[in-house]
């Protein structure tokens, strides 16, 4: 499995998780998802409600994950099996 890069917000009410997308067709650049998910209950008892997805180039997923960070996300453990 490819390795994922995980965020939460401050007040433990989002998640995103950065993938590589290793099925891109594209020659020229590489892609990652941005899976979005709610925490709903406890944080890190019941998996996150994944409400879509996007696909960015990789440059951009990396100015995205460098914003989070910036507005106070944090680091967090794989939350989706």
């Known amino acids: 499995m ?4 995980w ?15 290793r099925d891109n067709k594209d ?4 892609y ?7 925490i709903v209950g406890v944080f890190g008892k019941e ?3 994944m409400q879509r997805r996007t696909e960015l180039k990789i440059d951009d997923a990396r100015e995205e994950y460098k914003k989070l960070l910036s507005q106070g996300w ?3 453990e794989p939350v989706w099996p």
């Not at 490819?2 to 890069?5: F, M, N």
């Not at 020659?27 to 590489?30: G, N, R, V, Y």
């Not at 990652?32 to 709610?38: I, L, N």
């Open 2 to 5: 490819a390795q994922s890069y």
């Open 7 to 21: 965020l939460v917000n401050s007040n433990r009410s989002e998640v995103r998780r950065f993938i590589k997308n």
């Open 27 to 30: 020659q020229f650049f590489k």
């Open 32 to 38: 990652m998802f941005v899976d979005y998910g709610k």
């Open 47 to 49: 998996a996150p409600v």
């Open 74 to 76: 944090r680091k967090t």
